[in-house]
């Protein structure tokens, strides 16, 4: 291997691999770099293990003359036989590298090999990236070169496994640390705070509808249901709000209990209110039809739901409230506090969407005028509003 040109990679990875933009972009500019150097390489495939709800790790694939592949893996891959039977689950579980020349026997133990074996590749092997958590990712690289890979490109290649790590580490971090701020405050509360807006008090106003949900009977089955299926319930119920929610670009700011509060941010461009507060509707329906469809077996009962939500349009303030060191980014206002008594109302009336006089307003589409009702807290009463094609059903 060309030693000048595999210092220059070292140096690039330790720089910080600034000249590439994204993990996709580094691992192709790193590969065909190595290829130049004189490491004929095939296959490379990185994967790295992710701080994630749903997936349990990403990887990245480079062939030649390809775009890099990126790809994630849930966490119930961990018990299939093709992982558990290939060479990564050593260098995960283990820590170690693993060297297969594919013509020897012994490779024949990993099924994964079969498919190299076919493509002409001659050797493999996997090598453990070690993270300053002790955390341990992993890399895979294979050639098609006769005779497989060199001591002198195996040592070369081995060199630049640290300063990699170390990159992958910062990426890897970066990202969970937004990953883990969208799961649990939203994607916009998530990248004000990686902004800098930290500080106790940093708030904006925000003009935006308001829908505060909850569902009906919550603590009725919480007392007659074990925890654990009271858990699950909940977790199915707010299924069917989140993804109408976000697919109408709603952000849910918080879970309280059985209750979930979203805004949808309103630009000040003519028009905008309108379009929003339709795509506010359009979702309220949805979860509408997905909670009464929701059904959950209990013993030999078969539970069923239903859920009220109000729906409002107001400005809110946006930022950070809390005490000490313990802070909260959400929203407060008096609008999200009429959008609560609204909720409640829901309920005494039985129904499960209803709207303020602004948001009928901004949407007239199908509302009946359920009547004005004195709220608590506020000087004047509020005119509430019930979709016409919904009638009132007792809980």
Not at 115 to 133: C, F, H, K, N
Not at 161 to 182: C, G, M, Y
Not at 218 to 237: C, K, Q
Not at 259 to 287: K, M, N, W, Y
Request: aromatic fraction near 8%; proline fraction near 4%; include cysteine.
């Amino acid at each position: 291997m060309n030693a000048l040109e595999l210092h220059k990679l070292r140096d690039w990875l330790i720089d910080g691999a600034r000249s590439t933009s994204g993990s996709a972009q580094m691992v192709s500019h790193l590969c065909e770099s190595l290829v130049q150097a004189g490491l004929p390489l095939w296959r490379v495939g990185i994967f790295v293990r992710t701080l994630h709800p749903d997936i349990i790790g990403r990887n990245f694939i480079w062939r030649p003359d390809a775009e890099v592949t990126m790809g994630t893996t849930s966490f119930e891959v961990l018990d299939s036989p093709e992982y558990l039977n290939s060479p990564l689950a050593i260098v995960f579980g283990e820590g170690r590298e693993v060297r297969c020349r594919i013509d020897d026997p012994e490779s024949k133990r990993f099924p994964f090999l079969d498919d190299m074996r076919e493509e002409g590749v001659t050797d493999y092997i996997a090598l453990p990236m070690i993270q300053s958590d002790g955390s341990v990712h992993a890399s895979s690289w294979t050639t098609k070169q006769p005779g497989g890979f060199t001591d002198d490109q195996l040592s070369g290649l081995r060199s630049l496994i640290s300063p990699l790590a170390r990159l992958i580490e910062v990426t890897r971090l970066q990202r969970t640390a937004s990953v883990l701020l969208d799961t649990y405050v939203g994607n916009r509360a998530g990248e004000r705070i990686l902004g800098g807006q930290i500080r106790r008090g940093h708030a904006e106003t925000m003009h935006a509808a308001i829908w505060l949900s909850d569902l009906r009977g919550f603590t009725a089955l919480s007392d007659r249901l074990p925890a654990e299926t009271v858990v699950d319930i909940l977790n199915n119920y707010f299924d069917c709000q989140v993804a109408a929610i976000a697919a109408r670009g709603g952000e849910v700011l918080k879970f309280m209990g059985d209750g979930l509060l979203a805004v949808f941010p309103i630009a000040e461009q003519p028009g905008d209110t309108e379009d929003v507060c339709t795509h506010v509707l359009a979702a309220a329906r949805e979860s509408r039809a997905s909670v009464e469809a929701m059904h959950f077996p209990v013993g030999e009962t078969i539970e069923r739901f239903r859920f009220g939500v109000a729906l409002h349009v107001g400005k809110v303030l946006y930022g950070n409230i809390g005490g000490g060191s313990r802070l909260d980014f959400t929203c407060i206002g008096p609008a999200v506090n009429l959008a609560a008594r609204l909720e409640k109302i829901a309920g005494r009336l039985h129904r499960t969407v209803v709207a303020s006089t602004a948001f009928m307003r901004a949407c007239d589409d199908g509302w009946d005028d359920l009547g004005e009702f004195p709220i608590a807290g506020f000087s004047k009463a509020e005119r509430v509003y019930g979709l016409l094609d919904e009638v009132a059903v007792p809980a």
